[in-house]
Each structure stands twice: as C-alpha cells, then as structure tokens.
C-alpha cells in the first residue's frame, strides 16, 4: 500500500492523470483518504483522479455485460474509457439465454462508436451483439463460473472463435485493457482531421 | 471394410435395425450394394436399415446448427433419431451472429419435445435456443474452425458453461449420441403411460 | 448475502418458486432465517421455497451415486428435480469397483424415466448405468479427487466419452443444471399429450 | 470448389462485393478463371472482386510483421482492409531481435489509424508496437514455429499479455478478422461527423 | 527397415531372443522373410523369435479388452508377456456398459496371478475388474477414439484415478510394456523360491 | 472428524484392519486417542491398526527416494505395504543429480521382489532404477516443486514415458494406492504355489 | 524452520557457503538471527553466508528486468551469481513497451559475458536482449500476471520459441537455476587457461 | 526451394557463412547441387558452406544422447556448434536405463567446457549428466516417442524441472538453438581476455 500511495504522490505531483486498477480495499482506502478530490469505485476496485491537461475528445463507447457477477470488470472498462475522456453508456441485463431482452437495447447498441462486452460462462455475448452493430466490438472474457469454465478461459476461447466478424479480445478480467482501446477508437472517431500518433505511449 | 460388411450381415439376418456410422466412402459404398433396400447417407456418412421389428412411438426432435460446415454431424443427429423413429424437424441457417434469422424460427422451436443443437466455433447457439425453449436441449459442439477452436474443444467448453439451464452436452462431432440420446427422450413424451425399461440396452 | 436476501425477496413477493444453490452458509442462514417455511440443505448448499402456482407431473427420476464425497452434488441434483415436481430416488452406493452391489439396484434403476448419475474419480459409473437401462442418463463430473483428477476435468472427459449410448453431460459439480434437465425430460414423460413448449423460460 | 463458386455466382449476381479467403488453390483458380475482373491472390489464398456500392472513406491502416513465413496472413489482413476501402502500409521486416531495424520505421509506423501486427514464434512484436504508438493495436498470431509454439497458442497467450495497454487479439491466422476489425476502425477515424451503425452485420 | 532388419540380425546371431514391436508393414514382412521360424503378427504389428536360452517359469496372465479396435495393444501386451514364458488367457468382450457379459468371465478372471486391463474411450474397465479380483492390475489406456478422448489422454486419467486400490497404468498404447512388468510380475508368482533380481536389464 | 472417527468405530468393531489415509491433523490426534493402541504417522498423514486376523506372508518390498519433500509419500507408501504384512526397506538419499550416490545402494535394491519408487521434479528416478533391476517397478509422481512442475503432472508424465520396461504408474502423491499394488505383488511372490484370487475385493 | 536452521547449522560448521533461497519470511528471520554476519535478503526471501574457501574468478553478469513484480526473482539470480563470485550489474527498467528506454541501455548490456533475462507477462524481453548482444542469454519466465499468462507458463512458451539465437530457459521463478548457470558461464569466461571439471558437483 | 536457394547464393555472394537447417530432401540436395564445396548432412537435414572470415577460437563442446531416434537433433546441434568454430566430441550412447555404460563416458564428460545434452521420452539425461559435471549444460528435449510423450512436451517439462542446477532449457527439436548457445559459451571460455559483445547479432 505504502508503494502505491508514493507511485501515487509522484504522477498527481506531476499534473498527470492518476488511474490505479486492481486495488485491494486497503490500498483503495489509502488513495482515497489521500487525495478526497479524487473518486474510489469500490466494485471495480478502481481510482481516478484526473489530470491537469485537456482530454481530446471521444465518440460513446457502450461497455454491454449480462449480469451482476460480471459487474466489476465492465465497471473497469467504462471507467477505464470515461477517465480517457469517452461518454460511456452502460448495458447491463443482456444475457444470450434472454435474447428477447437483450434485442430491446438494439437501438442503443447503435449508437456506439465501439463497444466493449464483457461476458463469462460460454462467452456468446460478442457473437450476438457483433452480427446486430456494425462497430469494433472489444470482447472481455471473465473468471466467474467454475468447473469447465477453466478460471475464464473458456470464455476466452469462445470469444476467439466468434463468427461474427470484427470482435477482438482481451486477457481475462482485462477491463482496463478493454477500456482503454475502446478510448483510442473512440477518439479516433470523434476527430475531425486525423493526426498521426504521438511517440512512446502506452502506461 | 470387409469387416463392416460381414458385421452388418449378421446384424442384417438377424432381422435387427442396422445404423452403421463414421463410414469411409468405400464403405458406404459396399453396404449400398450390398443392401439397396437400405438408405446410404454420403454427408452423414451414415448407412440405415431398418430391422423387421415395429418402433415405439416418439414426440417430434429438432435439430439445429448454423450452417452447411456442421451439416454432416447435424444430419448423423437427425437421421439417428429418425432411425429410431422419432419424426425430426431440421433448422438449419440459425447463426447466433444473425440472431433475427434464428428468431423466425422461434415458434417451430417451440413445437420439439427435445432439440438437438450443433454447433461449432464458439458454441454458443445452445445458450439462445436454450433460452427459447423451455424443453431438453442436447447440446453436439463440432471439430469445425481452426486455431483457437482446437479441434472442437473451445465448443465443447462453451457448451458446458452454457448459461441457459437444461442443456446437456455431447462429445465433439457425437451426432449419433445426441440423436440417440433424443430419441429416448423423444419416445418417453410420446409413451401414453410410462412403462420401467428393458434390460441391457445400448447399441 | 444482503444481496441474495434481496433477490430472493424480490422472487418471494412475486409468489414465484426460489431455490438459491451454492451457497455460503451464512447466506444459507440468511434464508432460513428470512422465510421459515422454506427448506435449507446444508449438504447441497441449497435453500428451496416454492412458489403458489402448481407444478406439472412428472415421471419419476434417480439420482445415482457412489459414495459421500460426491453427496452434495448428488442432492443439489435431486432437490431441483424435486422442487420442479418430480419424484426422485436416491441410489448412493454405487461404485463401479462394487461392481455387485451396484446390480443389486438393477430393477429400481429400471424404474425411472431418466437417471442422473453422479462421479468424481473416474467417471465410470454413467456407463454402467448407461448400459443397464434404455432410458435418457444425465452425468454429472464433480471435483472430488486429487492429483490426475485436475479439478473433475478428469470424470468430465471420461463421460464425455462413454460407451453407452444416450449418456450426455453437465458441467463439473452442475448438481442443478442435472436436476433442471431431468426434471424438464420427466415432465415430457408425464405429459398426457404432448403440448409445445412456452416461450422465453430458463432461470 | 463447386460449391464455392455457386456461392460466388450468388453474391455477384447480387451486385455485392465478393472476398473469399483459405482458398485451395483449385478453388483460387475457378473464381479467377469464372470472373477475371477480380484479383486472386496466392499467397493470402484469396479472391476479391469489389461490388456495385461505394465503399466509405476510410483511414489508413498498417499492417506489420516480421517474415516471410508470416505474409500469407498479413497479406490476407491487409487485402481485407483494402477491400473494405482502407488504404494500408504493409511494414514486412520488422522482427523484435534487431530491433534497430523495426525502429527505422517509426514514423510511419505513427502516420497509421490502427495498427495489424502479425507474429509467430514468441508473439513479441505487438508490445513493442503498442509502446511505439498511441493507437489501436490488433494483433494476429501465426501458426508458424515448431514444438513448444503449440500450433500458435504461445503468441496467442504471449499477445493476450501484452505490457501495452490497447493491444486486442484475434484468432490464430485470422488475417481477416483482424483486417475487418482495422477497417472499421478506420472508418470511423475518417468520418467527418459520427453517425449510428447501419442494423445486422458481419459475413 | 534396413536398419531393423540389421539389429535383428545382430540379436539372432547372439542366440538372444528377438521381440520387435510398432512394426510397419514392410518391416514385418522383411523380418517375416529373413527368419521364416519366427513369428509375425500382423495386428499386434510384432515379430517375435524365441532366443536359445530357457525362460523362467511364470504364473499366468490374462489380458483383458472391450472390442476389436483395442485389439492390436492387447495383443502386444499379450504377445509380449509369453514372449517372456507367461501363459497368457485372453478375454475380449468385456465392455463395462454390457457388464452381464463381463460378469460372466468373473471366474476366470480370478485365475489369473495378475491381470492387464486394455481399453479407450472412458477407461472404466479396470477399474470393474480391479474391483473384482485382489491382484494387481495393470491398465493400458488406447489412442481409439475422438473429440474429448484427446488422442487416449482421457483413459489415461480415468485409469491414473481409478477408484479401484492396485491399479498400476502404462503409456497410452504401451502394450509391450505392460506384457513385459505383467511378465515380471507372474515371474515372482511363480519362482518357489524367491531369488533377488539380476544386474541392469531392461531392453 | 466425526464422520472418519464413526466408520473407525464401524471397522475396529467389524475385527478389520483399518488403514486411514490422507488425514488432518485434527483426524489424526482423534484416531490416536480414540485408539492407543493403533499408530498415528504424522509425516505419512496416516493411522493404522492391525485387525484380528493373520496376514499372507509376502516378499519384501522396497520404498525409494531422493529427498526430504518426498517423504510424505514414500513413508504412505511404505506404511500401507508395511500393514498389508510386506516387509519393507527405505531407501532414502537416491536423487539422480547425485548418481554415484544412488549406486551405492545398488545391490540392497535387487534384493527386493518389488520396489515403489517415489519422485517429485523431473521424475526420473524410475527410470534409472528400473534400468538397474530387473523387478516390477511402480512409480509415484509428487506434486512437490513449483512451476512447471504442474502440480506433479510433470514427472506423472515423464513416469508414463520411462525408458526402462517394467515400470507402471500411479496417480499424483498416490502412495497408498502403490503400497497397496506392491503388497498384492509381494505376496504372489512369497505364495510356495499359486492360488487364484478371492472375490471382490479393494477398499 | 527448525528442520532449515538445523541443516544450515551442519553446513557453516563444515565450512562451506551457505545459500538459502525460496525462504518464510520466519525461516529468513531465524537464519539471520542464527548467523549475523551472513546477509538476508528479504526481496529475494534468500539468505547468504560465505564459506571459507576462495571463489573461482568469474566474468561480469548482467541481470536484466522490466518493473517491480519481477524483482523478487531477478534479485534471486544476481545475488546467486554473485554467491558464486560473478560480478553482477543490474538494469531494472527495461520493457519491451517502452523500447527507447531499453536502448539506452544498450552499452551496458553488451558488456556483460553473460546475461540473465527475467520478465513476465508475454515474455518478449529475452528476444530483444538477445538481438543486441551476442552473448549467451539465459531467460526466466516468470509467475507475475493474472488470466491467460496461466501462473508464468505464457512468458515460458514464449520464451522457449524466442527469434533470437542463444536463449535458453529455466523454470518460471527459477531466478536461483539461472544465477547457478550464468554464474558457470561466468567463470568459463574468466578463466585463463580452460580446465576440466571436477566430479560430481552441484547442490 | 527455389527461395531458399535464392537466399543461399545472397548470403554467399556476401562471403558470409550459410548455414541452413530443416531443410526438405529436395532442398539439401539442391543445395549440395549448387555448392558442392559445402556439406550435406542428411540425418541433421542441414547443409553448411563455411563463410570467408576466421572463426574464433572456442573451448571443446559435448553432445550427449541416448540412441538412434535423437540423432537428427543431435547431429543439427553438433553441427552448428562445429560450425560456429567449436571443437565438438560427441556421446552417443548415454541412455539413463543403463546407467552404468553412461558412466564409463564420465571422464570424457569432464573435458568439456559446455554440454549439449539431447534427450526424448522422460527427458532424464540433463540432470544425471548436469549431476556429474559442473558445467553449463543445455537441454534439447526432441519430440520422439508416442501417447503421453505429447510431442516433446513432457520431456520438455522435465528438463526445466531438473534437480540439477545450472541445465538450461532450449525448444523441442531445437538442435540449432542449443548448438549456437553452446558456441557462444565456449568462445568465452577460450578467449585469452574477454571482450565486450559486438553490436546487434544473431541469425
């Protein structure tokens, strides 16, 4: 903890956006109680605390995940995407086995630049969502379920595999990671001239 | 394939049901000329006889896949359970990354007592039609795909972790299993009153 | 557990059947606490209330298994097919290095419409049972076991590969998704006439 | 082959674009003798022949890799983009052991929208890439190596794991996958203003 | 078989006994032509030619398998075993989802000083016959089979886990080794008195 | 606890031996006090006490290792050989990066009808004495080491693959079920005739 | 702990150096009390007491390394190495994301006789180094990430199919193995005139 | 073919070394064809023209084997230490089964600087040869055997799971790799004083 709060300290010192993932409710804590401006996401066990400079802009993300268990990575992902700046819709009820429901956000799948989908158990999300939007589809295979699940990589694998074209994937419980491209693109989408990319970046 | 003939005679004389699967084409071809009064299947790669005895009534089957790669293990499910005398709907263009296609057939899938999915790549239309139909779903994931697929491992996998309840999973490419295994689950729906079962059964 | 207190809440207001699985047995507590009229099942981690409506018929279905290690999945399996109607038998001591004393529930094991066979170890006993009866075998792989057992993945792949035909499979330790399935098969087997089956259902 | 072609016919017919990728090369050869208007390419073991419509704009794309042994999929990634209407960069001698020849290509390596990387072996190439550039990055591992490459699991786990943040992963050998998904980022990276995607996509 | 042909020859003229096992076709055929005294054995892919010295007494051996695709290892191991002077009884019908049958052998089962046990798919036999004789079995798991049987990977682990106590496995196909440590095995059974063993052999 | 102490209690009664394997701490110490004049091993986690009636003679029996982190099993193995009436020798300090050392033991371990050989690691050890006697040899992977060892699937697998004939293979840590297989050889070799074995047996 | 301060206690009293690695934070704190002029180190969980005799000269060892996560294996090594006589240099900041960095390194790395290379995640670190210096690489994969790294076993394969010519791998975590090897290379590369080697060494 | 003989007479035309491996029978013997001053070796499937500079002076390596199956790798890393200006002594007969012909090469095992050490099946000769000797020692598993060997896999998972230290691991089949590490380290081991590496090498 004492680590992270100094590697902390020096990045908000600096003016630089602070985002620190993967934190145990301890460390969560310590960065909270240091730096109360800053916001504690308990769930994706997450902070932000923005930086000094300006945010380029971004086109919607929409993080589309099928339920509870699955939460804190899509948190990870949204938050990951917000801190970069991109406005990000949340689709949270949209299981393969209720099909039904999952077509009533049809619409609003649209209007996403990119989406990110967030799934364990067999994976199916991506497939589904990829054949009803014509957008990247960012896939994020989950560790919930047991057994044949293999810790997630069953959804991995699944995932991989998808029949609809255009799906790439992320390391298991890679919400930031997801977050993150899902920003890239997002802001590549919103620029009204496109520039070439700035040198050695990445975190 | 001398063997396969000689086994199929003895099964044949003895006025036996003769379903032979897994067949090279040379085989096929033998057991073709050897009885024309038999059915031979070149894509199930799968030779029928039917033996003098009457079948027991059966509840009507669906078999399901997505496309013509799954065809020969979706064809080997159904013409087992017709083997066996259940009468067998086939649907056949039901990608779940075309989830308004499969969803035409929502209602014909709700008229099988049983249904029989396959599927390859990610496995994931079990899952969906799972989620459909409140009925048994067996569910046959294929050796289909490359990569990542791993011979059929990555459907088999999805399959097993399938979030919609009531599916039960076969071996890869196990059409004559599924179309079994529906079959007798196909008979009990039709059996006006239950009877105990034989003795020492199976194939 | 607030949570699941929650939840189940929500699902008893509405007058609809609740049954939680794998539970922790604080939540299991929470349950029995909250609604004294339901049933809790330490063994399987189970907690089951029903809901008003009533319950289709059923044919009756057994649970086979060997021993007390592979009890709690073996009795989450017979409490969900019993919470949906069916009438179950319990068959416990069943181990195929027994061989003789497995046939001594030769003719009870005939008298179930469908069977639900449970095994860590090995996973032999499912072709056993399967080779006894011609009736529809659900198996179900558990965890149990050590070393080359990898988890259940071992028993897994073992039914996976059955030689009885009619033998299809549920993820490791699925106690429930066995019950359901059986349960959804024992219904059909009741059925008077057979109807199509309703729309949209699953958990 | 046949079937193939009939396939095609259709598509053609229907005045749509016509891309057909893992061609044998019988089939390569009876789409360039059925429709000599199109473009075969052997070493990607693809055939395309644009269709009626007008393809939107679209940014540039590179597509990256090491070797020889790796063209057959980076080709079949970068005459996807372009056959969706992307311009692309191929950047072909850019192993990660000599690493001052990959650097030589820095600046145009950021003069990309989104950025194919291919790579067998260790799958090293997309990290050092992705810390190159602040812009998407897909990578695509090959089924190149021998023994413990595992049929191109090791750079499919090593891509998985990138230190980069921004990198996703596709199948192994998925050039068009990867194509696809770079195109549509490049669609929208040149979009003047950003509209909702058109409804049921993907092949 | 050049190469094989002149070992052979090397043994031969030692006066030791010659077993030559994974024999191709042709190089049983040379080995056949060069010394017609010998014995080939086409589906045990063997060739053995009895050495001048006298072989110890040994107890007897049974060799135990399902069906005919499991033949050729069963042989092996049983050509090998009398090979090393062990009078071998083969019983090949004892597939565990007919277990009647097998019961039927229970007799002679018990007769033997030790037993190898063959067989694919889910590798339940020895641990039946384990159960039914106190003597030391040793299980050979075969590469028949597809899908999930993982090329014999699965009744290898099935064996390694048998619920049976004395049950020993060999590598998958390996019958030559388990004729010879079953050989080893009925030696001890058989020598009056027990004698410690000689320096460094093995072959 | 209560659970192992009742079946105890059932099998003392019964006039039994009774051998616990694989027990807590806790199970242990209640075994011991609940029976004094049994023998409770920490190190092998076991408990033995003797019944009432007289075991066969039986050859000996050797237990052999190389370290320390191997114990454990080894003395399971040793135990269980050592309570079925085996007498029984340790070899202990037989670790193959140490050679000359483990020749030095070379000719007490031809002076055994049976030798357990028990290896963590690399697993080779085996190898080596199976190559130095001409006994039957049973190997036991341990799941000590770290990495790639994978939990003991590592020298399971190396094991399987011996160069030396005559070596089988039990499960991960197995050491009772070796014990177990090594008495039932031990005894044939100690039996002045042979006689065929009793029914059902195993634990 | 009183099993490893007992064992320390017979090696310092015969004089010979004392290296103990893989050590509790318990079993550190016990040697360190025991022998305060050896030197604990409590990132390396090792602890070092020179012997009395006079180390063989050795050539300079480089231990390379990406971030914080792998230092506890890296230290592992150097100070293996340097147990053994090896000087060693330490370049801690050296990930494949972050190329430019890396390369600023680049003299100091080609000083080095031989280098010891330590990185999780995709492993890619070892090719790198191995393109910029013509000296034998030893690599060190290790268990640093989450998901599909699958507890180090990704940066091994990866490791084990590096481009780059003279990598060769140890164990995940093996930082001690790595030390040993470079630190035999190192002395090698000292030596003045080249002498056989002595017998039977090792730990 | 015609490729790589393209790419021979470039590196010829440079008065570089050509050394070429893997290589097709068509393709050694176009090779031979082309540069008949050059050497074919048809077991290690490699052809080597030596370049027009002076090698440097290097220490003598072994290449330790067992039998005829592993010579191919052996041979490939004989060759390209050869190749690289390393005097090499090769040990052909040293399998672990028969341990003491191993040892009668003891000696000869001492008089190198490096050993190369190529093994298949279990994967054990590393660590009986890396016990033997305190030299650096790299293990080359190959890919010979059958089942549960899985292609190298297990003797690869065995070698870096030695109990001996200082073996380094090289890729199943790598015979090049391992022959190219070990003549980097025995240059050191010869050069009079050590000199810093060169800039940006390797194949």
Redesign the interface.
């Given at each position: 903890v004492d680590?992270i709060v100094s590697i902390a300290d020096r990045i908000v010192r600096a003016g630089e956006p602070l985002l620190a993932t993967r934190l145990s409710s301890d460390a969560l804590a310590a960065l909270v109680a240091g730096w109360p401006e800053g916001q504690g996401h308990p769930v994706a066990r997450l902070f932000h605390r923005p930086g000094s400079g300006i945010l380029p802009a971004a086109?919607p993300v929409s993080v589309v995940s099928?339920g509870?268990s699955d939460q804190p990575v899509a948190e990870e992902a949204a938050l990951t995407a917000e801190a970069l700046g991109a406005p990000v819709r949340r689709i949270r009820d949209a299981?393969?086995?209720?099909?039904?429901r999952l077509?009533e956000h049809?619409t609003s799948?649209?209007?996403?630049?990119?989406l990110v989908v967030v799934a364990g158990?067999?994976?199916?999300l991506p497939?589904?969502v990829?054949?009803?939007?014509?957008?990247?589809v960012?896939a994020v295979?989950t560790?919930v379920?047991?057994?044949?699940?293999?810790?997630?990589?069953?959804?991995?694998?699944?995932?991989?595999?998808?029949?609809?074209?255009?799906?790439?994937?992320?390391?298991?419980?890679?919400g930031?990671?997801?977050g993150?491209?899902a920003a890239?693109?997002a802001r590549?989408?919103?620029?009204?001239e496109?520039v070439?990319?700035?040198?050695?970046?990445?975190?």
């Open positions: 680590q086109a099928a509870t299981g393969v086995a209720g099909i039904h077509l049809e799948l649209r209007e996403a630049a990119v158990m067999e994976g199916a497939s589904v990829g054949g009803l939007v014509d957008r990247p960012i295979p560790s379920g047991y057994g044949a699940s293999l810790g997630g990589i069953t959804p991995l694998l699944a995932m991989l595999n998808s029949c609809a074209a255009g799906v790439s994937v992320m390391n298991i419980d890679n930031f990671g997801a993150y491209a890239l693109v590549l989408a919103a620029s009204a496109f070439p990319a700035p040198g050695q970046a990445g975190p």
